[in-house]
């Protein structure tokens, strides 16, 4: 949730951060915004789109320098509107600054500037911690020294950045529970939220830690901590390039990166499997041995990708597994012992509720294990130990590749516990192996149906609702499919466990709702496969529009279903990750065929840094 860059350099600081904030706007697209110091400090910012930024820019140019921040805006206080837009400005306008998170104590702090005379513009909490730096530099006349002042001061979650025109080419930040992480140049230096931020530039990064200021200045990079210690931070090289983070050729990133899901499984699964085992980097098998419960904490599509993680351990390892909405466990009591492993999964590494509910798994006792697509995000450094999913870098704002790696790498750890304790049957486990390494191609066979699923999401644009049915490990992909719909068409969509229908859900059923089925393998070992046959002989029966997503020549299925979508022969543990693909590709096609945005849908954010 908002984007951040910052620059110094020799370069003209407009390109790069419109360059920056270009690949970081899937953070946050209410609104953006740039300073810029050059004879003074300059800045412009509009409410919209990045695209109504640059046009500003173009009606009234900037005089452009080499130092500068910038920032694309998801709105938490005040309307997103061109006044609430960052940078804030303070000190008689030779100070901007530029935050992500929320500033729990801005009133009581808005108050006392109130009191001493300060004039605010906007409604945001921003806005207080622009006043606070200015008045802390008019003391100490010193950026870095002024902004831990302030920091010292705030409660919640921040990123801030900030310049002034008395301290030219340095820009400050500062983190706490929010990311930022800094671009090492040759002769130039960058901040951004993520490594996107600066990717064009340089792959060679810096991770900084929580309660952590950072001052760049061209050839340096100096962190200290929130009392004034010096740090060193942690270097990583990123492992991706800047072409990655671009579209590429395709309409939309979110096109590409449905396209890239074989991909996502494979890369995640490489060099972890050695002969018929899972060996994954940096987790012994030693200490899998005594885990006795796994609590999975994760938010929205990562939460069901948990879910269909949760049937695999538990099947591979028999290790109780529970699934919990990070913000519902860290608000309660959980039981949990030194044997229980938490097991946080989330693409960015930022989400908040996620972070929060893995600091306080750690304070109680628990081991964490973080999953996770991002280098150097806040969650894997906050765990005692990471599994990275290596997607590469996902842009669209609704999660597709990431789901596919983090059910893979699900299936790893799972294996991996069931080889280390015994518990497993050794075939079962084998077989596991071999078949995540056969997915990937018949991911590639599944997605050449997208043609096919384009003209069906065609003939259905107009469609108001839609529910899915799903069993065993087809429910949690119901769930996410109804996510991907509710958030890219934004239709009434929702799923539900197969089993539950007669249990109320039939109701909704009248001549012509559109109902997805996912249909398990007539060979499934579970006989389910008759049961949500007879589901949908139900549904039929009172009028509904059944499209099946259905094994290759299930013949069953066919004279019950209005279409069939067919999958490959695989094994149930593997159906959910085929299944998945061509709801993502329907749910990317009928939000085209309405004309919406599929990689920024209205009112949603990437990477959710505040509660
Ligand atoms: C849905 C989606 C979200 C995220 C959720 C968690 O398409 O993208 O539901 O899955 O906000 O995000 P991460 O995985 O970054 O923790």
């Known amino acids: 949730m908002c984007g951040i860059v910052g620059y110094v350099g020799p370069r003209g600081s407009e390109a790069v951060l419109l360059g920056g904030l270009g690949r970081l706007e899937y953070r946050g697209y209410d609104s953006a915004g740039i300073a810029v110091l050059s004879n003074g400090l300059e800045a412009r910012k509009r409410s919209g789109k990045l695209q109504e930024l640059r046009d500003e820019l173009v009606a009234n140019p900037i005089h452009d320098g080499h130092t500068g921040i910038g920032h694309t805006r998801w709105a938490t206080h005040g309307a997103p509107n061109d006044i609430n ?264 590494g930022e989400t908040m509720d996620t972070l929060m509910a893995v600091k306080y798994a750690r304070e109680i006792g628990a081991r964490t294990l973080s999953i996770c697509n991002t280098q150097g995000a806040t969650i894997p450094r906050e765990s005692d130990a990471v599994i990275y999913t290596h997607a590469g870098p996902e842009v669209a704002v609704a999660s597709t590749k990431a789901f596919v790696a983090q059910v893979t790498a699900l299936y790893l750890l799972g294996i991996a516990i069931g080889q280390a304790n015994g518990k497993g049957d050794p075939a079962e486990l084998a077989a596991a192996v071999r078949d995540l390494e056969a997915t990937p191609t018949l991911l590639e066979t599944v997605l050449q149906q997208g043609e096919r699923i384009a003209t069906m999401a065609k003939w259905m644009a107009d469609t108001q609702a839609i529910l899915l049915l799903g069993r065993h490990v087809g429910f949690p992909i119901a769930l996410e499919g109804a996510l991907k719909l509710k958030e890219l068409s934004y239709i009434h969509a929702e799923g539900f466990a197969a089993g539950e229908l007669k249990h109320g859900p039939i109701a909704l059923i009248e001549p012509g709702q559109v109902v997805f089925v996912i249909v398990p393998s007539p060979r499934d070992p579970n006989s389910l496969h008759a049961k949500v046959v007879s589901n949908i002989q139900e549904i039929r029966a009172r009028g509904a529009r059944v499209i099946a997503i259905a094994e290759q020549g299930d013949a069953a299925v066919l004279p019950h279903a209005d279409e069939v979508i067919p999958i490959p022969l695989a094994s149930s543990f593997i159906e959910p990750l085929l299944a998945v693909v061509p709801l993502h590709l329907f749910s990317m096609e009928l939000a085209a065929a309405k004309g919406l945005d599929v990689d920024q849908p209205r009112n949603l954010a990437k990477s959710v840094t505040v509660e």
Request: proline fraction near 3%.
């Open 85 to 348: 837009a960052h940078p804030h400005l303070a000190d008689d306008g030779k100070l901007a600054l530029i935050h992500n998170g929320i500033i729990e104590n801005y009133a009581e702090l808005k108050a006392e500037l109130l009191e001493q005379g300060t004039v605010f513009t906007s409604e945001t909490d921003s806005e207080v911690a622009a006043h606070l730096v200015g008045r802390a530099f008019r003391e100490t006349h010193n950026l870095t020294d002024a902004l831990r002042v302030v920091v010292n001061r705030l409660e919640g979650a921040f990123t801030l950045l900030v310049l002034h025109a008395d301290e030219p080419d340095v820009v400050v930040g500062a983190r706490r529970n929010s990311p930022l992480v800094i671009g090492l140049g040759e002769g130039e230096n960058f901040l951004g939220s993520d490594v996107a931020a600066f990717i064009e530039f340089t792959d060679k990064a810096l991770a900084i830690g929580q309660d952590q200021i950072v001052t760049i200045t061209r050839d340096n990079v100096a962190v200290i901590d929130f009392d004034g210690n010096s740090v060193t931070p942690e270097p990583f090289t990123v492992t991706w390039d800047a072409s990655a983070a671009t579209k590429g050729g395709w309409r939309s990133f979110m096109a590409k990166e449905i396209s890239e899901e074989p991909a996502a499984v494979a890369n995640t699964i490489i060099g972890r499997i050695k002969g018929e085992r899972v060996d994954i980097d940096g987790i012994d098998a030693e200490s899998l041995v005594s885990v006795d419960r796994i609590v999975i904490l994760a938010c929205g599509t990562a939460a069901y990708a948990g879910l269909v993680g949760k049937y695999a351990i538990e099947k591979w390892a028999r290790v109780p597994v529970d699934v919990e909405l990070s913000h519902e466990f860290r608000y309660r009591e959980p039981v949990i012992s030194d044997h229980t492993l938490i097991v946080s999964v989330s693409q960015s």
